[in-house]
């Protein structure tokens, strides 16, 4: 059974950090797999956030780039994303996912991943 599970979400004060994890289970080749961060505020559609790719290469969302660092430890099979700088809309549900392959050719669309965590809370005040 293939899980994805989130961890690391919490509240913290604007210009603070978290650190989310995500650890898979039951995917083999994992380090095949294109990895990705989504996170969804109330009301508002799933955003791309980060992802990175089998070769290491990343991508990043506007909103969070300079502040948020997507990596992977392919060894642990367990996805990374170090998230500085917090601000109050960064506020959202963040979820990992894997993508049907390893490139990440469009890593803002949802369709492409097919398996998804159940999401960590990051709420981030003023």
């Known amino acids: 059974q293939v899980q994805l599970v989130e961890s690391g979400g919490g509240s913290v004060q604007a210009g603070g950090s978290l650190r989310l994890s995500c650890a898979a289970s039951?995917?083999?080749?994992?380090?095949?797999?294109?990895m990705a961060w989504f996170r969804q505020a109330p009301g508002e559609e799933r955003e791309g956030v980060a992802s990175?790719?089998?070769?290491?290469?990343?991508t990043y969302g506007d909103s969070v780039k300079g502040r948020f660092t997507i990596s992977r430890d392919n060894a642990k099979n367990t996805l990374y994303l170090q998230m500085n700088n917090l601000k109050p809309e960064d506020t959202a549900m963040y979820y990992c996912?894997?993508?049907?392959?390893?490139?990440?050719?469009?890593?803002?669309?949802?369709?492409?991943?097919?398996?998804w965590g159940q999401g960590t809370q990051v709420t981030v005040s003023s």
């Open positions: 996912a894997r993508e049907r392959g390893g490139w990440c050719s469009d890593p803002r669309a949802v369709s492409r991943f097919d398996y």
């Open positions: 990175i790719a089998r070769n290491g290469a990343t």
């Open positions: 039951g995917v083999t080749y994992y380090s095949f797999y294109c």
